[in-house]
């Protein structure tokens, strides 16, 4: 049984034990390996973001949260490069961080074979991607996007002018290789895009957003999609 299928039949296995658990004695013995690959097991699937639980002692064992899951994962050592190399070439993007730590977990699940081979692979993709802008300012956008509150912004304009905005994330948007943060300016009390790179200061408010939404920034461009949105040709 490879690696991935064996954490797969390990969730469901702890999963199907509820409340009562089970040890890892039983675990090991289930699928044929040592104690100590199924305890390495065990903090993959954690480290992928299983919610387990562990009761010490006698009749003691692990068991899974209720209401976690985790997916069965197969990636083929070309897939899991894709991933990386597309977090790694836009640093810039929105939630790029969470991006890579999301493909770390499922790298972390993927059978020993599999994970070296796209190692190997990964050594022959480079990316030399432009720096990205400040990690807090980052952050500060993409909090007050997912929690949908005003954020106060500094701008510098392309004329050089500076400015202190109060601005309601609706969007990110990247276009020619920029990314703009488009929201409701309430200085100018129109929607207005912001180039990400030319905020030099930003800090969430504890004020929600009063309800623009991503109707009012008009039509996007022809070949403009919202990321879920994309598909594979075959």
């Known amino acids: 049984m490879k690696r991935a299928e064996r954490l797969h039949a390990l969730t469901e296995m702890l999963r199907r034990s509820g409340a009562r658990g089970v040890s890892a004695e039983r675990l090991a013995s289930e699928f044929e390996v040592s104690v100590r690959t199924v305890k390495r097991d065990l903090d993959a699937l954690e480290n992928s973001g299983a919610l387990l639980w562990s009761r010490p002692g006698p009749g003691g064992g692990y068991g899974l949260a209720d209401g976690a899951s985790l997916p069965p994962v197969s990636l083929s050592p070309a897939q899991a490069v894709a991933l990386m190399a597309a977090v790694s ?22 059978d020993p074979r ?13 990316v030399n991607s432009v720096p990205s802008s400040s990690r807090a300012i980052k952050s500060a956008l993409e909090e007050a996007m997912a929690e949908e509150r005003l954020v106060r912004i500094r701008y510098t304009s392309r004329d050089g002018t500076t400015t ?21 300016c309430r200085l100018r009390d129109a929607m207005r895009w912001f180039t990400v790179s030319r905020i030099d200061r930003a800090n969430v408010t504890k004020t929600a957003c009063s309800g ?3 109707h009012e920034v008009g039509m996007p461009p022809a070949n403009a999609t919202p990321v879920h949105g994309q598909r594979v040709n075959h």
């Open 89 to 110: 070439a836009a640093p810039d993007a929105p939630y790029a961080d969470l991006a890579a730590a999301g493909i770390q977990k499922i790298l972390d699940v993927l």
């Open 164 to 184: 202190t905005r109060d601005v309601e994330p609706v969007l990110f948007a990247s276009t020619n290789g920029q990314w703009y943060l488009i929201g409701w």
């Open 212 to 214: 623009h939404t991503i």
């Open 114 to 126: 599999t994970r070296a081979r796209a190692d190997e692979l990964a050594q022959r993709v480079w």
